[in-house]
């Protein structure tokens, strides 16, 4: 079969190929029954939820949490001094600490 041959087959075999009027596809579409496949996997989602909150709210301890003594494990003091804490030492900090009056024409 030679390609003239071939196109002239493709040609002769599609010759009433012609697409559908909107009209036709919208009223294919309306009678076509509406399938509910959301329906099982949205209350599959929502029934494993219920149960995860089930057994969430069954296995939770009820009551006040215990006090934790914060002296038995060294944290007594509020303040923390990292070791990295002295790359942060800026020499003069008053320049930083203070905001420069301008009215005195003087920059600090």
Same mark, same amino acid.
């Given at each position: ?6 196109? *002239?087959?493709? #040609? ?7 697409? &559908?009027? +909107?009209? /036709? @596809? %919208? !009223? =294919? *579409?309306?009678? #076509? ?7 099982? &996997?949205? +209350?599959? /989602? @929502? %029934? !494993? =939820? *219920? ?19 914060? *002296? ?9 001094r990292l070791p990295t804490d002295s790359l942060l030492d800026v020499p003069d900090r008053g320049l930083l600490a203070s905001t420069p009056h301008l009215d005195q024409?003087?920059?600090?």
């Open positions: 079969m030679t390609d003239d041959e071939l196109r *002239a087959a493709l #040609r002769l075999g599609h010759a009433d190929d012609r697409p &559908p009027t +909107f009209e /036709a @596809t %919208l !009223a =294919a *579409a309306h009678d #076509r029954p509406r399938r509910r496949r959301w329906l099982v &996997p949205a +209350f599959g /989602a @929502t %029934l !494993a =939820a *219920a149960i995860a909150a089930l057994v969430l709210l069954r296995c939770t301890p009820s009551g006040a949490p215990p006090a934790i003594d914060l *002296a038995g494990i060294g944290m007594a003091s509020s303040s923390l024409g003087l920059v600090p």
